[in-house]
């Protein structure tokens, strides 16, 4: 480097003080200068429709969503509800392959469409091999998709993309299509952690915020597994993250609002007493607290909450503690005291139902959840009318 | 109170464009792959013709695209280089092949500051693992952080007049203001993994020889 010639400057140490604390509040002021507004501070915002909801759900419709072909294996759906107007009534997402954390898996899609009242084929909608080319960097393994729609009626994906380092060193990648029939492109890998942004994985919907965004569960995985949230503005930018509990092994938060701005995650067990657990923020995600064991058996098995209204929320999760052989469907009023509803799915001990995701769509609960790791099942529940 | 609150912010994280980081992947990791190896071909003595041109062919060979590059492989494993690690790689490069127009590394004020990027990275480790009660890394999303860090790198400087450390730092700063490379935390513009153990292998290997006199 050359020889500074500032000796005016360089000589006296007093000087040197004032001309750093200048250079720093320059740099600063840029900094700020830079950077988007504040965002407004968030309330959780709820689907519409739902104020009819009073009596109980009833089973309207089941199925399986066609899988793509040659792939013997499916894990991990996510649902995404269509505004009304859109030929779709919703999407739905999940990973396919010969095998979970195969080299071939790619993230698959369906829709089901309004008109025919089918799930449309499904096609392949995300590819490692395509999505390296575009971000320049290669991609061990994709997995576990989580969809949103932001405000400007764009389509987000957010899947688990491997690195160096098995399924636990995974990194979030998102994915955005701006139009409908036009390919995802990659946006990149969200920046959150130091350690070579390692371990940072998704699985559960997203809790939509009035303003627009949302907040976006995810969890790290490495040995300790702790909870984050992530939020996201209206136009899909990041917007920050904010660790969700101070434990060791929680992973796997899905949200369900209570109130505008008190929120309740509860997450899948990594301990050897198997029990869901429960965190809580009465600020709108800036501060989260640690709640007691919620006495609900899980099996070490993701959740999938879904919040209607204040007052009224769904869950749909393994209730044995020594397996995914049963999936059931229950009822809340404050997102920590649930009763069951519903059986989706039960086999014998080595069955597994697992991994469900919900969505209201045009006044009905969706859901869908994995059958056997070889299929995506779903059902469809309306609200009995009720008498006058 | 409302600048205190946008100093304090980390809910307006500005990220860098996908393409710049593109473009600062491949040339990052060149650079500092081409700074290896000439760093090991000195210290094998006097480079004959033929190696003088090694770095640089493995800086082109990063430049090449897909998975045929190394810089595909190391970006699928480690992401992106430090800012600080690809200058000083830059740095040294330079000063090797063009002497008249940078001095060489100055190592031993280097060194002498050595202690606090080791000190922050065990630091960043532990936050990792939430080992502290609160994000340390989602504050260098924070143009608080940014400032302090501007303070603390002119501190070689300001308060002892040793320029080149302080220069090198508030360059780096500088240029994340400007580019957000490599993610837009500043925490990673500042220090990587690699870089961390690097200085401590560097400390381990002087404190050893020292003890062997």
């Given at each position: 480097m050359s020889r500074l010639s500032f000796s005016w400057l360089h000589r006296s140490a007093a000087r040197r003080c004032w001309a750093g604390l200048v250079l720093c509040l320059l740099l600063t002021a840029v900094e700020c200068w830079l950077r988007a507004p504040e965002p407004l501070a968030p309330k959780a915002a709820w689907p519409s429709g739902t104020e009819a909801v009073t009596g109980p759900l009833v089973l309207q419709a089941a199925g399986r969503i066609p899988m793509p072909a040659d792939a013997p294996a499916a894990h991990a759906s996510t649902l995404l509800a269509m505004p009304p107007?859109?030929?779709?009534?919703l999407q739905a997402y999940w990973f396919a392959g010969s095998r979970e954390s195969g080299p071939d898996v790619q993230i698959a899609a369906s829709e089901f469409d309004r008109t025919t009242q089918q799930w449309t084929p499904a096609t392949y909608v995300v590819n490692r091999h395509r999505a390296a080319a575009v971000l320049g960097f290669g991609l061990r393994r994709l997995g576990n998709p989580v969809a949103w729609r932001d405000g400007q009626g764009r389509t987000h994906l957010f899947v688990v993309a491997t690195g160096l380092g098995g399924w636990a060193a995974g990194r979030i990648l998102h994915l955005r299509q701006d139009a409908p029939q036009q390919a995802f492109h990659p946006l990149g890998v969200l920046p959150?952690?130091?350690?070579?942004?390692?371990s940072h994985l998704v699985r559960a919907m997203p809790l939509p915020l009035a303003d627009g965004g949302m907040v976006l569960p995810a969890y790290f995985e490495l040995g300790i597994k702790y909870p984050v949230a992530l939020r996201f503005d209206a136009a899909g930018e990041f917007r920050g993250m904010m660790r969700m509990s101070q434990r060791g092994d929680l992973l796997q938060p899905t949200l369900l609002p209570r109130s505008e701005t008190e929120w309740v995650g509860l997450l899948r067990d990594n301990r050897a007493q198997r029990q869901l657990r429960a965190v809580i923020s009465h600020d709108a995600g800036r501060n989260w607290d640690d709640l007691p064991d919620l006495d609900m058996p899980n099996p070490d098995a993701s959740v999938a909450g879904l919040s209607l209204r204040p007052g009224l929320m769904y869950l749909a999760h393994n209730p044995r503690a020594e397996s995914r052989a049963q999936l059931v469907l229950s009822r809340s009023s404050d997102a920590l005291h649930w009763t069951q509803l519903e059986m989706l799915a039960q086999g014998d001990g080595r069955s597994e139902f697992s991994y469900p995701s919900m969505a209201w769509v045009d006044g009905g609960l969706w859901i869908s959840y994995t059958e056997e790791r070889r299929g995506i099942a779903w059902q469809r529940f309306m609200p009995l009318p009720t008498a006058r | 109170m409302e600048i205190l609150n946008i100093l304090l912010s980390t809910q307006t994280p500005l990220l860098p464009h996908v393409g710049w980081v593109g473009v600062y992947r491949v040339l990052g990791w060149g650079l500092v792959l081409a700074g290896i190896a000439l760093w090991c071909l000195r210290r094998s003595g006097n480079l004959p013709a033929w190696q003088r041109g090694l770095p640089l062919l493995l800086l082109l060979w990063c430049l090449w695209p897909g998975p045929l590059s190394p810089a595909y492989w190391l970006g699928l494993a480690f992401r992106v280089p430090s800012l600080l690690l690809v200058l000083l790689s830059a740095w040294f490069l330079l000063s090797h092949y063009r002497p008249q127009l940078l001095m060489p590394l100055p190592l031993t004020d280097l060194r002498r500051w050595a202690l606090a990027p080791v000190l922050l990275g065990w630091v960043l480790l532990l936050d990792a693992f939430a080992l502290w009660p609160f994000s340390l890394y989602s504050l260098g999303f924070a143009p608080l952080t940014f400032g302090v860090l501007v303070l603390l790198c002119l501190l070689p400087w300001s308060w002892h007049g040793v320029a080149q450390p302080s220069i090198l730092l508030v360059s780096v700063l500088t240029l994340f203001v400007l580019l957000r490379l490599p993610t837009g935390n500043v925490w990673d513009a500042l220090l990587d993994p690699w870089l961390w153990l690097l200085l401590q292998a560097d400390w381990l290997q002087r404190r050893l020889r020292r003890a062997q006199g």
């Open positions: 107007g859109h030929p779709a009534a959150l952690s130091w350690l070579w942004n390692t | -």
